[in-house]
């Protein structure tokens, strides 16, 4: 933060603490900048808050907020991404499967919160879905875990679920056919008042924000689905699984089914490719059932800052 020096008696000294007259008496006044002239321009010598141009990536310790800062800039917060779920071998059904993608968590790029100057603030990182090698047995593996932010003065800022994990149900070696559903989407299922307009004491004006993964300010919403799983015809069928569901809006890629095994051949399908940064990850491939890829885990990338 900028220092300030007076001049006293030959000798500069900094200054601490300043009063403004108000009316007719001198009062405590929360001074965000100072302005000197200087060969006829105005030059800014002191800002209360300067806003940081890195972003910090949290993790699951609690977080002090400055003292001066009363706003934070989530630049991308997201659940976590579903996990993919094991393609199935059906020799005898006449068919093989590839399996079914996760689910992606629910989002925010580039929103403002206001929040209170030295209160803590507590994150929670959703985990990432595990893979699934639901073979016959139905079901699948857990979904993606929930990412959520909270402040001890302001409260629960934001609650964003996880995509749900790649399902199988019914089918069995003899046949018939599984059903393979991909993951449920996540969901925003609490966030405060976000801030749609504003300047900070050092000159941004926050709906200028769009360094976040949407590339637009104040942007929030669900995850997507995952894939179903895919049927291909006949014996010792070749196919890929299906793919994870994206995150952000689409702007950042779930992971691809695996790819599949060798046809006729002992060899398992491949395992479906991870997620990354809530995405959702691809389903396993034929023949003999590869497992599916784990989902992208969540993240919450943030700055503090000063509104005026």
Same mark, same amino acid.
């Given at each position: 933060?900028?220092?300030?020096?007076?001049?006293?008696?030959?000798?500069?000294?900094?200054?601490?603490?300043?009063?403004?007259?108000?009316?007719?008496?001198?009062?405590?006044?929360?001074?965000t900048?100072v302005?000197?002239?200087?060969?006829? @321009?105005?030059?800014?010598?002191?800002t209360?808050?300067?806003t940081?141009?890195?972003?910090?990536t949290?993790?699951?310790?609690?977080?002090?907020?400055?003292?001066? $800062?009363?706003a934070i800039?989530?630049?991308?917060?997201?659940?976590?991404?579903?996990?993919? @779920?094991?393609?199935?071998?059906?020799?005898?059904?006449?068919?093989?499967?590839?399996?079914?993608?996760?689910?992606?968590g629910a989002?925010?790029?580039?929103?403002?919160?206001?929040?209170?100057?030295?209160?803590?603030?507590t994150?929670?990182?959703g985990?990432a879905?595990? $893979?699934?090698? @639901?073979?016959?047995?139905?079901g699948?593996?857990?979904g993606?875990?929930?990412?959520?932010?909270?402040?001890?003065?302001?409260g629960?800022?934001?609650?964003?679920?996880?995509?749900?994990?790649?399902?199988?149900?019914?089918?069995?070696?003899?046949?018939?056919?599984?059903t393979?559903t991909?993951?449920?989407?996540?969901? &925003?299922?609490?966030?405060?008042?976000?801030?749609?307009?504003?300047?900070? &004491?050092?000159?941004?004006?926050?709906?200028?924000?769009?360094s976040?993964?949407?590339?637009?300010? @104040?942007?929030?919403?669900?995850?997507?689905?995952?894939?179903?799983?895919?049927?291909?015809?006949?014996?010792?069928?070749?196919?890929v699984?299906?793919?994870?569901?994206?995150?952000?809006s689409?702007?950042?890629?779930?992971?691809t089914?695996?790819d599949?095994?060798?046809?006729?051949?002992?060899?398992p399908?491949?395992t479906?490719?991870?997620?990354?940064?809530?995405?959702?990850?691809?389903?396993?491939?034929?023949?003999?059932?590869?497992p599916?890829?784990?989902?992208?885990?969540?993240?919450i990338?943030?700055?503090?800052?000063?509104?005026?």
């Open positions: 933060m900028t220092q300030f020096y007076v001049k006293d008696g030959g000798s500069f000294r900094e200054v601490s603490e300043f009063f403004l007259r108000d009316g007719t008496s001198f009062t405590n006044k929360t001074i900048n302005y000197v002239k200087d060969s006829g @321009n105005w030059r800014e010598v002191f209360l808050f300067e940081p141009t890195s972003f910090t949290a993790t699951n310790a609690n977080i002090t907020v400055p003292t001066n $800062a009363n800039h989530i630049q991308s917060a997201v659940g976590g991404g579903g996990g993919g @779920n094991a393609g199935q071998a059906y020799d005898k059904a006449g068919g093989e499967q590839g399996g079914p993608g996760g689910g992606s989002f925010l790029s580039d929103v403002v919160f206001s929040l209170t100057g030295g209160e803590t603030l994150p929670q990182i985990a879905g595990a $893979a699934g090698n @639901n073979n016959y047995s139905g699948g593996p857990a993606g875990g929930s990412t959520t932010l909270s402040g001890s003065t302001t629960a800022l934001f609650t964003l679920t996880g995509g749900g994990s790649g399902q199988v149900s019914g089918g069995g070696v003899q046949g018939p056919l599984a393979l991909g993951g449920v989407a996540g969901t &925003v299922s609490q966030i405060a008042t976000k801030l749609s307009s504003g300047t900070t &004491v050092d000159g941004l004006n926050i709906t200028s924000f769009t976040g993964p949407v590339g637009s300010f @104040n942007q929030s919403g669900s995850g997507a689905a995952g894939s179903n799983g895919i049927t291909y015809g006949g014996d010792n069928a070749n196919g699984g299906a793919n994870g569901a994206a995150s952000f689409g702007q950042v890629a779930g992971g089914g695996g599949a095994g060798n046809g006729g051949g002992p060899e399908g491949q479906g490719n991870p997620g990354t940064r809530g995405s959702g990850a691809g389903g396993g491939g034929t023949e003999q059932g590869g599916g890829g784990a989902g992208g885990a969540g993240e990338v943030f700055r503090f800052m000063r509104i005026a």
